[in-house]
């Protein structure tokens, strides 16, 4: 029942969700939907001009898996420029980047926790409380905005 979930991760949401062209009403606009992996697929390999390889890696998929995405994110914004559509910018299958990374002093155990998890009480390897905030955050956090795809595990030990 349960496909296969590739973890695609994104830094950020699109400060705007919605580009549409000039002088033609939205009524008689046809739009492309552009996911919101493919609008990070593009932002890493066009606009940081990262190889696919760690654009792949930063996403954590494959890089085939990200060559999809990307060709996919230029289909859609070529058939919106060449045939005069609105872009619309949201859903797709994607993770948030934003995790609370804590660590522990005494056995320097680190382990990450998405937003609005509430704060660990204790290391969960050594039960310590001497436990505190680390500043790097990063990693998949699971995101349950949008039309409710982000199933799955992710964000298991980022190096
Ligand atoms: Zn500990």
Redo the contacts with the bound molecule.
Sequence with gaps: MTRPFKCRCIKSEPQIGYFKPRGIPLTSLEEVNLTLDEFEAIRLADLEGLYQEEAAEKMKVSRQTFGNIINSAHNKIAEAIINAKAIKIEGGVYKMTNMRKFK?S??N?SWELPYGTGRPQV?P??K?KNIHRAEEDRGCARTNRSSGYGRGKCGRAIK
């Design positions: 522990c005494d056995c155990h290391c390897e050594c310590s």
